[in-house]
């Protein structure tokens, strides 16, 4: 067992806890940092992977991650801070001297580098810009310049391309007797006489090939070029879709700028998902490592939304006060109707949200999806509705109690799944973030929905 495994909690004890830091470990770091012990802490340290160390720096407190940066010292890998969250990036980066951050940075591909300092303040900004080398400084500088959130933010400069007419031997002679290649790459592009990509050729029918073969016989035959000002998370679909290692990045002369390799993407992809998972509860963009008031400050609009939605549906109920205080029932069960329709309709709306991210949900399909989520809201309410049915009947010995609430079972649920997949796609439709507020619409509508139907039907049929 290697070194790094060993620091790692042991999968079969516990599966969930697999590919985590152990508790001894972190713990035995950090008493290191305690007796200011640099050799020890080196020696913990070194086996890790730069992904555990910042997971470790993002869970321990500020003064002990300031101890153990300086501490540290000139050991620190700048493949760190691109593991770092970028809610304590910036401290981390304060932490470090001149010395240690440049030596940090100058290992780093342009796309790490570009990632790392894009949501930095423009001093930081310079201060790592001014280490690197003029190369690759105006290879970052160059990429900060296309719009947040594209392909020429996401892509990194160094590429290795070959003519179209080269054979396999030249290829690898060339691969040979260059000094600077990337560290890690998938693909040779090939490239026209004007820079163009025309193919890509994987590594591995490379080195099977024979010399004299000519490259662009060996070429993928799934092959996708990506405009450099393309949004990045279409980029990430396309490498899911497309199953794509890496594809070459052009500019608007369509001449080759970069390359995207499927760890970017797939990064993109996950940080979409994590978005649309905080939007749907409210939280923003938030991490464990926030203060207390900045978490505060991303919540609490979203809690107003959901006090404004929630007066809305009182003043519903405030209509038939008159009723209520009459059957006492009514406040007894009307809480049941809204919450089934409020699940119901969060169900449909995951459903959508990612379905509309996957670009599974299109003009072709949206009518059949809605009529399904309609139809799974009618049939859930015909279940629901026998099952409500006899509670007002065997609870409050009323068979027209029975029959109001059943009915009003069937219409909520039916409206949920309505609102749950129609809300999002008239958002989406409207370029507004499907995610981003459908929630406190859709519990705004079962819930308005759900009273009236209850509260109405109890007075036409009780009162």
């Known amino acids: 067992m290697s070194d790094e495994t060993e620091?790692?909690?042991?999968?079969?004890?516990?599966?969930?806890?697999?590919?985590?830091?152990?508790?001894?470990?972190?713990?035995?770091?950090?008493?290191?940092?305690?007796?200011?012990?640099?050799?020890?802490l080196i020696e913990l340290m070194e086996p890790l992977h730069p992904a555990?160390?910042?997971?470790?720096?993002?869970?321990?407190?500020?003064?002990?991650?300031?101890?153990?940066?300086?501490?540290?010292?000139?050991?620190?890998?700048?493949?760190?801070?691109?593991?770092?969250?970028?809610?304590?990036?910036?401290?981390?980066i304060n932490l470090l001297s001149p010395e240690v951050l440049a030596e940090a940075v100058r290992e780093l591909d342009s796309?790490?580098?570009?990632?790392?300092?894009?949501?930095?303040?423009?001093?930081?900004?310079?201060?790592?810009?001014?280490?690197?080398?003029?190369?690759?400084?105006?290879?970052?500088?160059?990429?900060?310049?296309?719009?947040?959130?594209?392909?020429?933010?996401?892509?990194?400069?160094?590429?290795?391309?070959?003519?179209?007419?080269?054979?396999v031997g030249e290829a690898i002679d060339y691969l040979r007797n260059t000094d600077e290649l990337p560290d890690h790459f998938y693909h040779i592009v090939l490239v026209d006489p004007r820079l163009r990509p025309v193919?890509?050729?994987?590594?591995?029918?490379?080195?099977?090939?024979?010399?004299?073969?000519?490259?662009?016989?060996?070429?993928?035959e799934t092959f996708h070029v990506i405009p450099v000002t393309r949004y990045d998370g279409d980029v990430a679909y396309a490498f899911n879709q497309y199953h794509l290692i890496s594809a070459p990045v052009v500019d608007e002369s369509e001449r080759l700028v970069g390359v995207i390799t499927i760890d970017d993407a797939m990064s993109v992809l996950d940080e979409e998902h994590e978005e649309d998972i905080l939007r749907l509860?409210?939280?923003?963009?938030?991490?464990?490592?926030?203060?207390?008031?900045?978490?505060?400050?991303?919540?609490?609009?979203?809690?107003?939304?959901?006090?404004?939605?929630?007066?809305?549906?009182?003043?519903?109920?405030?209509?038939?006060?008159v009723a209520i205080a009459q059957l006492v029932a009514l406040a007894v069960l009307m809480p049941i109707v809204a919450s089934m329709g409020g699940n119901a309709g969060t169900q449909a709306l995951t459903v959508a949200v990612r379905a509309l991210a996957?670009?599974?949900?299109?003009?072709?399909?949206?009518?059949?999806?809605?009529?399904?989520?309609?139809?799974?809201?009618?049939?859930?309410?015909?279940?629901?509705?026998?099952?409500?049915?006899?509670?007002?009947?065997?609870?409050?010995?009323?068979?027209?109690?029975?029959?109001?609430?059943?009915?009003?079972?069937?219409?909520?649920?039916v409206v949920a799944g309505l609102a749950g997949i129609g809300i999002p796609i008239l958002m989406e439709r409207a370029g507004v973030d499907p995610a981003l507020a459908s929630g406190a619409f859709v519990t705004t509508v079962t819930d308005v929905v759900g009273f009236f139907a209850f509260l109405g039907l109890a007075v036409l049929v009780l009162l």
């Open 358 to 413: 996957t670009k599974d949900l299109t003009g072709s399909n949206v009518w059949r999806v809605i009529r399904r989520e309609v139809a799974v809201g009618l049939v859930n309410g015909l279940a629901f509705a026998v099952i409500m049915g006899l509670v007002g009947l065997f609870w409050f010995g009323s068979v027209q109690l029975g029959y109001v609430i059943a009915s009003a079972m069937v219409i909520n649920l």
């Open 7 to 40: 620091v790692l909690a042991p999968e079969a004890e516990h599966e969930e806890d697999a590919y985590t830091l152990e508790r001894k470990a972190v713990a035995a770091i950090l008493y290191a940092v305690d007796i200011n012990d640099r050799e020890k």
């Open 281 to 321: 509860a409210g939280v923003g963009e938030s991490s464990l490592s926030d203060s207390v008031f900045e978490t505060t400050k991303q919540r609490f609009p979203w809690l107003a939304v959901n006090l404004v939605t929630a007066v809305m549906a009182s003043m519903v109920i405030a209509q038939f006060e």
């Open 111 to 167: 796309d790490d580098v570009v990632d790392l300092i894009e949501d930095l303040e423009q001093t930081q900004q310079d201060a790592i810009l001014e280490v690197l080398e003029d190369s690759d400084r105006v290879a970052v500088q160059q990429s900060m310049t296309y719009p947040e959130y594209s392909a020429g933010r996401l892509m990194q400069r160094e590429v290795v391309m070959a003519p179209e007419h080269w054979n």
């Open 52 to 92: 555990d160390i910042a997971d470790m720096l993002e869970q321990i407190n500020a003064f002990d991650r300031m101890r153990l940066i300086k501490l540290y010292g000139r050991e620190f890998d700048g493949e760190i801070l691109t593991e770092l969250d970028e809610s304590i990036r910036e401290e981390v």
């Open 199 to 220: 193919g890509n050729v994987a590594l591995g029918k490379l080195m099977a090939a024979r010399r004299e073969v000519m490259l662009s016989s060996i070429l993928e």
